[in-house]
């Protein structure tokens, strides 16, 4: 077997180059992929890692249809492209992705405009589109994603530590019913979200986040917990909740 498709487990594999923290920390929504196909058998292990995940009295109400060529695959990919081109470029207009930095094709909301425009046009191309599913047993509750995004974020982790990258969206919820039909997809069955997988043209990198201390509160809600400091280093976004005030 050659490198490229070895598996979880046939160690070593690429795998161990990259921390579990590190992963943690460094795993990026990536929106452009090269064309090269995922292996089945990087397939096989990225999905057995996203099936390791809890969920409620280990219930397990996760499934994942995972599309990569063939037919069924092109028609679902293509459906859920037209739909993410659609809440794309209502979304550019509406938050004024042209106007203001927009105009300078350098600033960070243009590069944003450029990979989310490039993204949803190419969506039809990606390696692999994966719909995370859930077998609804009760009447919808706050809690019932709790019992499926963990596993999803299992399935970016698992990607990232062997080479892979995706990002998660919301484009398939226009088109869910007609994905449904298209896939057999039982009515009791919850898409909860979009998933796209690749070799990712870019690279991975440190996430920016807000500062730690305006997420971690300790006794009263807002009271920052003293050891709540970012690692040296950090690097933050301005993008997420309102700053503290106090
Ligand atoms: C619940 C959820 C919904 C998301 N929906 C979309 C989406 O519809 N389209 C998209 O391009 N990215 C989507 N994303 C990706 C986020 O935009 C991305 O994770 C966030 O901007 C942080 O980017 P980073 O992880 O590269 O730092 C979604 C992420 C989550 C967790």
Request: glycine letters at 8%.
């Amino acid at each position: 077997m050659s490198r490229n498709t070895q598996s979880l487990w046939d160690r070593p594999i690429e795998s161990t180059a990259v921390s579990l923290l590190e992963g943690l920390a460094t795993t990026r929504a990536i929106r452009r992929y090269t064309d090269e196909p995922i292996p089945e058998a990087h397939l096989r292990d990225i999905m057995f890692s996203a099936t390791r995940a809890p969920s409620g009295s280990n219930r397990q109400p996760f499934r994942f249809m995972v599309l990569t060529d063939g037919n069924r695959a092109a028609q679902a990919k293509e459906i859920i492209a037209k739909s993410a081109q659609n809440i794309w470029a209502e979304k550019e207009r509406n938050d004024g992705y042209a106007q203001g930095s927009g105009a300078d094709p350098d600033s960070p909301k243009s590069r944003m405009a450029r990979t989310m425009r490039g993204y949803v046009d190419n969506f039809g191309a990606v390696p692999a589109l994966i719909l995370p599913c859930m077998i609804r047993y009760r009447a919808p509750d706050p809690m019932e994603g709790a019992s499926v995004y963990p596993a999803v974020q299992n399935l970016l982790l698992a990607a990232r530590a062997l080479g892979y990258g995706g990002v998660i969206t919301g484009f398939h919820r226009p088109v869910e019913q007609e994905l449904k039909t298209l896939l057999s997809i039982p009515e009791e069955v919850f898409v909860s979200c979009t998933l796209t997988l690749g070799k990712p043209q870019g690279g991975h990198g440190p996430v920016r986040r807000r500062p730690l201390d305006e997420f971690v509160f300790t006794d009263t809600w807002g009271l920052s917990a003293d050891w709540a400091i970012d690692p040296p280093g950090t690097r933050f976004t301005s993008a997420g909740p309102p700053k503290k005030t106090s």
